[in-house]
């Protein structure tokens, strides 16, 4: 062995000539190193096949031309991208290739921005600098950012536009989620601009519960909030039996009467189911609330609490305090104050005490609490952080009571703890997180949610766009959201509103729900005798609506407390509602404009003028329209309705003056004789009917 | 000597098993019966943006040779690589039928899912489903299409919103069918939107939109269009199917 070692060291460094040439040769070979290592990248690969790809295309010629070989970069140094993929994804600006499915040569589809402003990593993430594919996208150890898995692809448009875009529905329903889940009591989310996400949903007070509920229903719910309505935002805390009994001690316990004679004693309920569904119907509740029917599908609205079985909760003298005047026990409730006399009292809190599950309560078997079990209960509503989201008696709020999540969408991987089996990447583990919060650790509070896979996708989208990269972006690429504006009408009127609840519905001024139409310029649009009486009486505008206006009962001075606010102040700029008059348009003006509705324009296709022969249903019925709009209104909107109505389905038409002028005329003209509103009220009082109809077409 | 041989064998055994990866593939529940076909239930020709879950699950059964459904038998799904099933592999339920979670890859196309079951003999029977991934600017074109086409032309109602459909003197074409929206081109399409029916002699019912939506956006909603249509128009991309 060590004799032919020494040969063989003769032979190659025996004199000193050998050894000059041997060196030399390996020095040379180690020279080579490199370029060949250049000359196998796998870039060089890629673009020859690139090449091969287009060889017998058409448009070879046009795309070759196009062609550049060497590595490619876009460098944007104010957003600090530095991308390189287009020396791999060299196809990716030709539309032509489109019939291409082979990746790195498929054009990128149709995006909303250019690759030249913004690179690719900024939306794609992944290592722009990288030159190899496994570096580019793949977590690698000096690199934490693998490839953003398409399905996330919308968080990247969060970094910079804080709002909702058409364009990225769900991270719009990741964000509305996170909003209104109740995510955002316990964690909290600062953006780059400073503002902090504001939770949207709102938990009830526990401070009065014991005027409201019973111990065994808070047992029952605190063990499964969703056993109870299927709608519950509460998640479930999974509370042991002992738990949930000592939680319940307290809140009771812990329990004050509401101010004043609320729970006073008023007529006693009634059991008349008929004439309670149709008071139920005829108040339009279920344009808030839902109630399960027997099909076991939802009907209603979700701006309420689910109906289902409330009356296994509510006590019966509490619902018909709440039913009189709901705001002498949450003041902030979304709820209306309807002014029901006590015959309308007794009926509907009869009606609603009938919803309940007979044996809801059959596993609630409870003891007079004892003072250690209200003393442990009090430690556990503080464990759990329940005054996160409840105001409760003695209690404060907790602050950060769960991690912040301002920039849970760049959390390096190192950082995380996965489950035995589940990839290692960040979105997995969000959607991990939210899934099965508490199989991370023994011990973690965070409660179970119930969000389908969907729902859990777009959450996982909203957090990841909370990310580094949305704080170093330069901030005038930042587009925000349009805040939500804190307008409150003044005066007595104001008052009244509040009361109403009006802002639940309607928009007014940037605030307020989008169950019924804005009314910023209600006042330039609607004539004063019709408002009057529709407040007093609120007909059907519009026959294909479920959600209506419900009637309130107005004294007379409220109505004109409530329509001299709205003829005043709700104007607007543009629109002089006596510019034009109602009534002594020329017959030919009008017979034109009817020749226009029915021909040029086919409005009969939406609306309704002539009952006998038009049909339309989308728009609302115009067959007494001229006394219920003013004449510039009509004028106005039919020259632009998306001006006065953005977002509105009537398209823009470009009417001339002249056309607007005669249609103005003709719709004007249709008053009905007698000055009963709109449509009969018989047909608004069927609100369960028309569902069933729609559901069978 | 022997001895250390051994034991370095069965430390070098260990260590190499160690390293060896685990393998994915959960183990496939063993089927108690054979069907001798598939049919599809409800799922199939959905839309859905580009990597997301399909609105509704996809639910196939299995019939045995008179048609009536088999309870045990193993169905799976297979498709182009990206296309994710949760679960991806079922036994029938006591209806005959296995539902499962489709999520569509990344690239917008349409996408070709097989079930497949085997029969008594063991040979392979299945079925094909397409499915339809948005891109950016068809799922743009679905939002418009929501906003202001779909109360015309979509004749099904919904609980929340019914349809005009029924109330229209002449029928609008609802989107989905391909064999007369095909047989529009792009220019034809886009005139109608811009400037109504009369554009192209057709109903005046049909509003012009030119001053509604913008120039893009007529080429997104036309970009649904093409992906909405069925039989397929010639511009809806490249069919994604299982290797």
């Not at chain 1, 007794?346 to 044996?359: M, P, Q, V, Y």
Request: hydrophobic content about 35%.
């Amino acid at each position: 062995m060590k004799e032919k070692l020494s040969s063989l060291w003769q032979k190659l460094f025996g004199d000193s000539v050998r050894a000059f040439g041997v060196v030399s040769v390996m020095f040379l070979a180690s020279m080579a190193i490199a370029p060949a290592k250049n000359f196998f990248s796998e870039w060089r690969h890629y673009q020859h096949g690139y090449l091969s790809v287009i060889r017998n295309r058409s448009e070879a010629n046009t795309l070759q031309r196009h062609f550049q070989g060497g590595i490619q970069q876009i460098w944007l140094p104010e957003l600090g991208v530095v991308d390189r993929c287009t020396s791999c994804h060299v196809g990716q600006k030709e539309a032509s290739l489109a019939d291409v499915s082979a990746q790195p040569y498929r054009p990128h589809p149709v995006m909303p921005h250019k690759s030249e402003q913004f690179g690719c990593t900024v939306c794609h993430r992944g290592q722009g600098a990288a030159t190899t594919v496994e570096e580019a996208h793949n977590s690698t150890l000096a690199w934490e950012q693998p490839i953003l898995p398409a399905k996330f692809i919308e968080s990247s448009c969060g970094e910079c536009h804080r709002g909702p875009l058409p364009g990225t529905p769900q991270l719009n329903e990741g964000r509305r989620l996170l909003a209104r889940e109740g995510c955002l009591h316990c964690h909290s989310v600062k953006l780059p601009d400073g503002t902090t996400m504001k939770p949207t949903d709102d938990p009830p007070s526990l401070s009065h519960i014991a005027d409201k509920t019973t111990r065994e229903w808070i047992f029952a719910w605190l063990k499964d909030p969703q056993a109870y309505a299927g709608t519950a935002i509460m998640p479930n805390f999974k509370l042991s039996d002992d738990d949930a009994r000592d939680i319940s001690a307290f809140l009771i316990a812990n329990s004050t009467p509401v101010a004043g004679d609320m729970l006073a004693p008023s007529a006693k309920a009634s059991s008349d189911p008929t004439a309670g569904a149709s008071l139920y119907g005829e108040s339009f509740c279920a344009s808030c609330h839902a109630v399960q029917n027997a099909a076991g599908n939802l009907v209603g609205g979700n701006v309420g609490p689910e109906l289902t079985r409330i009356g296994n909760k509510a006590k019966p003298e509490w619902l018909q305090a709440w039913l009189r005047n709901p705001r002498v026990y949450d003041v902030g409730t979304a709820m209306p104050h309807y002014r029901f006399n006590d015959a309308q009292l007794a009926t509907l809190s009869g009606f609603l005490e009938g919803k309940s599950d007979s044996d809801y309560f059959a596993n609630v078997h409870l003891d007079a609490a004892t003072p250690e079990q209200i003393a442990h209960g009090k430690r556990l509503v503080s464990d759990y952080g329940c005054a996160s989201c409840h105001e409760i008696a003695g209690f404060k709020k907790p602050e950060n009571f769960a991690p912040d999540l301002s920039r849970i969408g760049s959390k390096p991987v190192t950082q995380l703890i996965f489950l035995p089996g589940m990839q290692h990447s960040l979105p997995d583990y969000i959607a991990g997180k939210i899934k099965q919060p508490r199989a991370f650790a023994p011990g973690l509070k965070m409660p179970q949610y119930t969000f389908t896979p969907v729902q859990v996708d777009a959450l996982t989208t909203a957090l990841l766009s909370l990310n580094e990269r949305s704080y170093t972006l330069p901030s005038s690429l930042a587009i925000p959201a349009t805040p939500e504006s804190d307008y409150q009408s003044a005066g007595k009127a104001g008052k009244l509103m509040t009361d109403l609840a009006c802002f639940s519905c309607h928009r007014i001024n940037g605030r307020g729900g989008d169950m019924a139409p804005d009314l910023t310029w209600e006042g330039s649009s609607v004539q004063r005798d019709w408002l009057v009486q529709f407040f007093k009486n609120p007909g059907t505008l519009r026959p294909a609506l479920i959600r209506r206006m419900p009637r309130f009962n107005f004294t007379d001075a409220e109505v004109a407390e409530l329509t001299d606010y709205i003829m005043t102040v709700y104007q607007s700029p543009t629109i002089d509602r006596d510019s034009m008059p109602l009534s002594g348009y020329p017959q030919g003006q009008i017979e034109l404009g009817k020749q226009l509705f029915y021909g040029k324009y086919s409005c009969q296709g939406c609306h309704i003028v002539d009952t006998k022969t038009d049909k339309g249903y989308i728009g609302p019925t115009l067959t007494n329209v001229g006394s219920r709009l003013t004449a510039a209104w009509i004028y106005q909107w039919l020259k632009n309705p998306p001006a006065l109505r953005p977002g509105t389905i009537e398209p823009n038409r470009a009417m001339s003056d002249e056309d607007a002028r005669a249609i103005t005329a003709f719709l004007i003209s249709q008053k009905k004789s007698g000055s009963a509103p709109v449509a009969s009220r018989k047909s608004a009082m069927r609100n369960g009917a028309p569902m069933q109809e729609v559901a069978k077409k | 000597m022997k001895q250390y041989a051994t034991m370095t064998l069965i430390f070098g055994v260990m260590l190499l098993t160690s390293c060896s990866r685990k393998s994915k593939t959960a183990t496939l529940p063993t089927p108690t019966a054979f069907g001798a076909a598939i049919v599809e239930s409800s799922g199939g020709k959905q839309l859905a943006q580009t990597g997301t879950f399909l609105p509704q699950p996809l639910a196939v059964q299995v019939n045995d040779e008179h048609g009536t459904a088999v309870t045990g038998a193993l169905v799976r799904f297979e498709a182009a690589p990206g296309v994710s099933f949760d679960p991806p592999f079922s036994l029938t339920d006591s209806s005959g039928q296995v539902t499962t979670n489709v999520t569509l890859g990344a690239m917008p196309g349409r996408y070709q899912i097989t079930a497949f079951a085997l029969d008594k003999s063991q040979k392979r029977v299945e079925l094909k489903i397409e499915e339809t991934a948005l891109s950016y600017q068809q799922s743009l074109g679905r939002h418009l299409n929501d906003q202001y086409c779909d109360r015309c032309h979509n004749a099904e109602s919904t609980v929340e919103r019914v349809s005009n459909y029924d109330n229209l003197e002449v029928k609008p074409h609802a989107f989905t069918e391909g064999d007369t929206m095909n047989k529009i081109s792009d220019t034809d399409l886009s005139a109608i939107i811009s400037h109504g029916g009369p554009a192209i002699n057709k109903s005046a019912l049909m509003p012009a939109w030119g001053n509604t939506m913008s120039k893009s956006d007529i080429r997104a909603l036309i970009s649904y269009i093409r992906a909405a249509s069925d039989p397929p128009s010639r511009s809806a991309g490249p069919v994604y199917a299982a290797p």
